[in-house]
């Protein structure tokens, strides 16, 4: 049986791995320690860090094909490693574009896709001057390496001291108008080498605290015709960059109905993990099969609603331990699907998720709204709909 490499140790190259158990394969990962999640769960193990071109290489000997499930992996440690032969999926000139956000406005940019404008940052005049010509808010960001809203500022006027500190640290920036959105939305398509591809639903998400902390399978009131022009769309950028494997595309939606892309990721994501119980075929099977070359599996839904809400590291760790935390939640929640990534806690982090189906949106999203904050806190407390269910009720794109 093939064996696949994965740069990265986190949950989702362990979620990875059990999908891999069930294909009769082992995943090879590179982690950064052995008490990294996947490194816990699949016997192949490589230590080392991903800008390690002596670990990348250990890891991609005897492989199929290495993937990701970061996009951490500089360009210059990947191109001796494709220079060599070794199956990179996605290739390193589709993964650029969910590294670099400036080089992934300019390629959509020229697909004619709908995006805000945007520049390149080298000094404090240029956002200056981009303000004055677009208006203000603007959105300054890190082009490399910003992540579940870290590398994202947003700016109600110019800030010069702000800029020329980030500049001084050595952080490639862009700027761009910020968008008047009122809720965001992701499209998640796989495709193979053979150019095979596939679409799960279109789901909306929700942060907080540039968290995700909700996803709603399907996106709820959204047009079928919408919806079917965004999967459109997320198959032409997959196809058009050359992707091979799992692509995300993260959307702001207008008031007016119409989309604009924030992101771009290329890995297993956060808002395909309802795709687990919630599909015929899960994301992380779907990579696989993917980056394999293997026919790609159905994506349809098994049930009409599906919603993950994320388990969130507490402020304070509950006294009550995970274990008994999880007898409380499964004789409340009986079919509540939990997800632990061995991860230990801290105020936001992802320690793992709660996924439930049904058929009413409403009561499906409470359920796992609730049971996901059982397990953070160790309190029934109300769902983040009752606070925060609204995204214009924070800055447009905090969490971006």
């Given at each position: 049986?093939?064996?696949?490499?994965?740069?990265?140790?986190?949950?989702?190259?362990?979620?990875t791995?059990?999908?891999?158990?069930?294909?009769?394969?082992?995943?090879?990962?590179?982690?950064?320690?052995?008490?990294?999640?996947?490194?816990?769960?699949?016997?192949?193990?490589?230590?080392?860090?991903?800008?390690?071109?002596?670990?990348?290489?250990?890891?991609?000997?005897?492989c199929?094909?290495?993937?990701?499930?970061?996009?951490?992996?500089?360009?210059?440690?990947?191109?001796?490693?494709?220079?060599?032969?070794?199956?990179?999926?996605?290739?390193?000139?589709?993964?650029?574009?969910?590294?670099?956000?400036?080089?992934?406005?300019?390629?959509?940019?020229?697909?004619?896709?709908?995006?805000?404008?945007?520049?390149?940052?080298?000094?404090?005049?240029?956002?200056?001057?981009?303000?004055?010509?677009?208006?203000?808010?603007?959105?300054?960001?890190?082009?490399?390496?910003?992540?579940?809203?870290?590398?994202?500022?947003?700016?109600?006027?110019?800030?010069?001291?702000?800029?020329v500190?980030?500049?001084a640290?050595?952080?490639?920036?862009?700027?761009?108008s910020?968008?008047?959105?009122?809720?965001?939305?992701?499209?998640?398509?796989?495709?193979?080498?053979?150019?095979?591809?596939?679409?799960?639903?279109?789901?909306?998400?929700?942060?907080?605290?540039?968290?995700?902390?909700?996803?709603?399978?399907?996106?709820?009131?959204?047009?079928?015709?919408?919806?079917?022009?965004?999967?459109?769309?997320?198959?032409?950028?997959?196809?058009?960059?050359?992707?091979?494997?799992?692509?995300?595309?993260?959307?702001?939606?207008?008031?007016?109905?119409?989309?604009?892309?924030?992101?771009?990721?290329?890995?297993?994501?956060?808002?395909g993990?309802?795709?687990?119980?919630?599909?015929?075929?899960?994301?992380?099977?779907?990579?696989?099969?993917?980056?394999?070359?293997?026919?790609?599996?159905?994506?349809?839904?098994?049930?009409?609603?599906?919603?993950?809400?994320?388990?969130?590291?507490?402020?304070?760790?509950?006294?009550?331990?995970?274990?008994?935390?999880?007898h409380?939640?499964?004789?409340?929640?009986?079919?509540?699907?939990?997800?632990?990534?061995?991860?230990?806690?801290?105020?936001?982090?992802?320690?793992?998720h709660?996924?439930?189906?049904?058929?009413?949106?409403?009561d499906?999203?409470?359920?796992?709204?609730?049971?996901?904050?059982?397990?953070?806190?160790?309190?029934?407390?109300?769902?983040?709909?009752?606070?925060?269910?609204?995204?214009?009720?924070?800055?447009?794109?905090?969490?971006?």
């Amino acid at each position: 049986m093939p064996v696949v490499g994965m740069v990265g140790g986190g949950q989702l190259a362990r979620m990875t791995a059990q999908a891999a158990v069930a294909l009769g394969q082992t995943l090879r990962v590179l982690a950064a320690s052995e008490q990294d999640p996947a490194a816990r769960v699949t016997p192949d193990v490589v230590i080392g860090d991903p800008d390690d071109g002596a670990a990348l290489r250990e890891l991609a000997t005897g492989c199929s094909a290495v993937t990701f499930d970061h996009e951490g992996v500089p360009q210059e440690v990947l191109a001796p490693l494709e220079a060599a032969g070794v199956p990179l999926r996605p290739p390193p000139s589709a993964l650029v574009h969910a590294q670099d956000k400036l080089v992934m406005r300019r390629r959509l940019a020229g697909m004619g896709l709908p995006g805000p404008p945007f520049a390149e940052v080298n000094a404090p005049a240029d956002v200056t001057a981009f303000g004055e010509e677009h208006g203000w808010p603007a959105v300054l960001k890190a082009t490399r390496g910003g992540y579940d809203g870290r590398g994202v500022w947003f700016l109600h006027a110019a800030d010069d001291e702000l800029v020329v500190d980030l500049l001084a640290r050595g952080t490639p920036l862009m700027v761009e108008s910020a968008v008047p959105m009122v809720r965001e939305l992701a499209a998640s398509v796989a495709r193979s080498p053979y150019g095979q591809a596939a679409a799960w639903p279109v789901v909306e998400t929700l942060q907080v605290d540039g968290q995700c902390a909700r996803v709603m399978s399907p996106a709820p009131d959204l047009p079928s015709d919408r919806a079917a022009r965004i999967q459109e769309m997320a198959l032409r950028i997959a196809s058009e960059l050359g992707v091979v494997g799992l692509m995300t595309v993260e959307l702001f939606a207008l008031e007016s109905g119409e989309v604009v892309v924030n992101e771009l990721a290329m890995r297993p994501h956060n808002s395909g993990h309802w795709t687990i119980e919630g599909s015929v075929t899960s994301q992380f099977e779907q990579h696989l099969r993917a980056v394999l070359d293997y026919p790609l599996g159905s994506t349809a839904p098994v049930a009409p609603v599906a919603v993950m809400a994320n388990v969130l590291g507490a402020a304070e760790e509950p006294a009550m331990s995970m274990d008994e935390r999880l007898h409380h939640c499964f004789a409340r929640f009986p079919d509540a699907k939990v997800h632990l990534y061995a991860k230990a806690g801290r105020p936001a982090r992802k320690i793992g998720h709660v996924t439930v189906l049904g058929t009413v949106i409403d009561d499906v999203r409470d359920r796992a709204e609730l049971a996901a904050g059982w397990l953070a806190t160790a309190t029934w407390a109300d769902g983040w709909s009752a606070h925060s269910g609204d995204p214009r009720s924070v800055d447009p794109q905090e969490g971006s």
